[in-house]
């Protein structure tokens, strides 16, 4: 039962690693609060260990020291991943935190995520700094290019489709707009800065954070579209030039081909065996042996990248759609019951 309930939550994480960080994240923080609010620089300290070590090697490398190999260390190497892809981390954490907005605060769950919003807000930045760290130094040249020197990127870079590549590169481009945007927003959640700012003007600039998860969504659904369009993402090199020179050379070309012919006859030879007799034959040997027939679980399941891609879409339609749904609907009872007030 335990494998299972593992396999599906892998499952899950695999297919929509929004939807399901966001449960995963929602439910520890509920669960989590009062530890998180009174130990908060334990929690600072620790999360921001793997941001850290992805800064570390960028500062190191201008005095002459190469520093790699953590994101290969095991379970650490899976925290940074998820600190550099945004999906399970930080993208959940920033959702949670601009959902309690528009929730009812007398919820018990919503009451306690709004005591540590501001330790929440500060946690989250780690991920997103990290996020951005990495797609500045290794994706934004590329897109400024793009741009800058359409010719020259066509030329270094497979495009498998134009439209998707340009939407691609519009969306990297437009996270240097998201940092603007979020650098500020997240220095004032610090104790000593909002004190030094006073509470009305502290609250007066956290109105900035609206068109910050605006452009958050219009950059979350440029990637997931031009990954579609466009599945190479727009940014995969293509071979180098002594690999050309090789699979173009006639003797390797030979080689090549005689490997397919057999690769296809051994494959041909497979195919030729119907499924039916395969299983047939895999529940014999299992007879056999004295083996009950292995049920298949969440693990055998398999789906296609592309289908995750729309999964992930389809995701984050739903997230802010919901959103914007429940904070309208806040506003409106919000004016009714101001309303009722003046005519009281």
């Known amino acids: 039962m335990v494998k299972l309930l593992i396999e599906l939550l892998e499952f899950l994480r ?15 923080c509920i669960l989590l609060s009062k530890s998180i ?19 570390l090697p960028y500062l190191a490398k201008p005095f002459g020291f190469e520093i790699s190999g953590f994101a290969r260390v095991p379970f650490l190497g899976e925290i940074i991943r998820d600190y550099i892809h945004m999906a399970a981390f930080g993208h ?17 769950g919503v009451k306690r995520l709004m005591s540590i919003r501001k330790e929440l807000s500060i946690i989250s930045g780690f ?20 741009f800058g020197d ?24 437009w996270g240097i707009l998201l940092i603007i945007l979020f650098i500020p927003l997240w220095v004032t959640s610090f104790d000593s800065i ?11 600039f956290q109105r900035w954070a609206y068109v910050m998860y605006a452009a958050l969504f219009i950059h979350a659904v440029g990637i997931q579209v031009g990954f579609i369009l466009n599945p190479r993402g727009g940014h995969a090199p293509q071979k180098p030039a002594v690999e050309q020179v090789v699979s173009q050379s006639p003797q390797r070309g030979n080689q090549v081909g005689n490997g397919e012919q057999l690769q296809a006859r ?9 499924p039916s007799e395969n299983k047939k034959s895999e529940q014999v040997s299992q007879k056999s042996n004295g083996k009950r027939a292995q049920s298949k679980g969440f693990a055998d399941i398999k789906v296609s990248s592309q289908t995750k891609q729309y999964i992930h879409l389809f995701s984050i339609f739903l997230v802010y759609g919901s959103y ?13 019951k101001r309303k009722l007030a003046t005519v009281k």
């Not at 609010?37 to 800064?55: C, D, E, G, Q, T």
């Not at 004190?195 to 007066?204: D, E, L, Q, S, T």
């Not at 914007?324 to 009714?336: E, F, N, Q, T, W």
């Open 37 to 55: 609010r009174k130990h908060a620089k334990i929690y600072y300290f620790v999360l921001s260990i793997p941001f850290i070590l992805i800064v």
């Open 266 to 274: 051994e494959r041909k030879g497979n195919d030729s065996v119907k």
């Open 14 to 28: 695999s297919c929509a690693p929004l939807l399901t960080s966001l449960a995963v994240f929602t439910l520890l």
């Open 324 to 336: 914007l749904y429940l904070r309208v609907r806040k506003a409106r009872r919000s004016g009714s």
């Open 92 to 108: 959940p954490l920033l959702i949670i935190i601009m959902y309690m907005g528009a929730l009812d605060m007398k919820t018990p």
């Open 150 to 173: 359409h010719a020259a990127y066509l030329a270094e870079t497979k495009v498998t489709n134009e439209l998707g590549a340009g939407i691609t590169n519009f969306s990297f481009v």
């Open 194 to 204: 909002r004190n030094r700012m006073g509470y009305p003007k502290w609250k007066k």
């Open 127 to 146: 991920p997103v700094l990290s996020h951005a760290l990495i797609r500045v130094f290794h994706n934004l040249p590329a897109s400024l290019k793009y």
